[in-house]
């Protein structure tokens, strides 16, 4: 395996792990490799130092190889979600995401793919003003922007991706 350090495009810094050289430019280019912090699939590796251990190390890492990680109780039959994990930094970060998205959604209405249209209708005056969240095409948040219409996209977590 190799441990990489990976940048985003928005110049996030996490790492990785890949069987090759190869393996991470061919996920890279299919688009599985993303950001944990803002999902960007434009992601590059970084400079990196050769880990040299010797003949002992290797034994032990070989060894600890060998030992199954534990899986919770209550992992579910079949294939298995895999995150890079961020540096302590971006892990904090990416908490304090979780809980921000967590207090809009518990505070707000759910109105799924209709989000644009009853946007405007409170923005208008037609329904009463209440906070919402929902899904928005490109166009559609576009458009509301044009109209003055005031609206700030849920932060995207890693987990969303999966």
Not at 32 to 59: F, W
Not at 99 to 105: A, H, M, S
Request: proline share 8%; net charge negative; hydrophobic share 35%.
């Amino acid at each position: 395996m190799i441990h990489y350090t990976l940048t985003c495009d928005s110049e996030h810094t996490f790492e990785g792990w890949f069987r090759s050289s190869a393996d991470f430019d061919l996920q890279a280019k299919q688009g599985h490799v993303s950001c944990p912090l803002c999902g960007s699939t434009a992601v590059t590796r970084g400079l990196m130092a050769p880990n040299v251990q010797s003949g002992r190390a290797r034994d032990e890492r070989q060894e600890a190889a060998r030992v199954p990680a534990p899986v919770p109780a209550e992992a579910p039959e079949g294939p298995r979600q895999m995150m890079m994990v961020p540096d302590p930094t971006q892990r904090a970060m990416l908490e304090a995401l979780r809980e921000l998205r967590q207090k809009i959604t518990e505070n707000a209405t759910y109105v799924g793919d209709k989000f644009a249209d009853e946007a405007r209708r409170m923005h208008h005056g037609e329904t009463e003003a209440r906070g919402i969240y929902g899904e928005a095409t490109p166009e559609e948040a576009a458009s509301l922007a044009e109209e003055g219409i005031v609206f700030q996209p849920l932060p995207i977590l890693p987990e969303d991706r999966n």
